[in-house]
């Protein structure tokens, strides 16, 4: 009976550390960037539509939750990294102005250029553009919760917009036949991450959507990786740009 008791208890602790775990191993990558950032004052190395992407990918997470109830470590996964790449729009976006030495027009959201999407000179811009959005998703949300087809789409297309985060990186690397300039640590570190969570996924019985886009988000990574070794002598001089 002890035996029994203790394994329990043992389970239970592996449990919550993994959820831990989940919760905030998706912002980890992103410590190292922002104190960079900060210390060097240069925002030019990080490219925000890293930021774009996975605000996008976890409010659409968040939207589907509302429509099928997954663990909620996953809900706090998606609010924690909401927050995460606010925090890192903002850094970036004090960062360049402060650094521009001939002032620009300003460019805000609400001139609806599109040129200048995502490219705006004030964070109340990006803060607007998310919250329209989430309003926009969670009326339709509210509105279509009862069919499922509406439902899982929303599910796929949050998890696949963010298993694509890598594929930027990769086709840059591709052309230029050179990993120079790629944080190799980053993409370790993603690659480490998303096989921790692809496997907690699937241990957890996530949605499928979650388990596929998991799993394709791994390889990708691989694929990286790959790159590394097979332009290890590459003396290409150009550089390529991060996720952009």
Excluded: H
């Excluded at 190292?32 to 900060?38: C, F, G, H, S």
């Excluded at 992407?53 to 998606?78: H, V």
């Excluded at 027009?105 to 989430?134: G, H, I, N």
């Amino acid at each position: 009976m002890n035996e029994t008791y203790d394994q329990i208890t043992i389970n239970n602790a592996l449990s919550w550390v993994a959820s831990a775990a989940m919760v905030v191993g998706g912002i980890i990558p992103y410590i190292p960037q922002y104190r960079e950032i900060k210390l060097k004052e240069d925002a030019e190395g990080f490219s925000l539509y890293v930021c774009l992407t996975l605000l996008i990918a976890n409010t659409l997470r968040i939207l589907f939750w509302f429509g099928k109830r997954y663990e909620l470590p996953l809900l706090f996964q998606s609010i924690l990294m909401i927050i995460t790449m606010l925090v890192m729009v903002k850094l970036c976006i004090n960062v360049r102005n402060r650094n521009q030495i001939i002032k620009s027009r300003e460019r805000v959201f609400t001139d609806l250029d599109t040129k200048f999407f995502w490219k705006w000179t004030d964070f109340q811009s990006y803060l607007d553009f998310m919250l329209l959005f989430a309003g926009l998703g969670g009326v339709l949300m509210y509105f279509l919760v009862n069919i499922s087809i509406f439902v899982e789409i929303v599910g796929f297309l949050a998890v696949m917009t963010e298993a694509m985060l890598g594929v930027p990186q990769f086709i840059n690397n591709f052309r230029n036949k050179s990993t120079v300039g790629m944080s190799l640590a980053m993409v370790t570190m993603w690659a480490v991450g998303d096989t921790f969570k692809t496997c907690y996924f699937i241990q957890r019985e996530a949605p499928i959507q979650f388990q596929i886009c998991g799993t394709l988000q791994v390889l990708i990574d691989i694929a990286i990786l790959m790159q590394v070794y097979i332009y290890q002598n590459s003396n290409n001089p150009r550089v390529p740009v991060r996720a952009d």
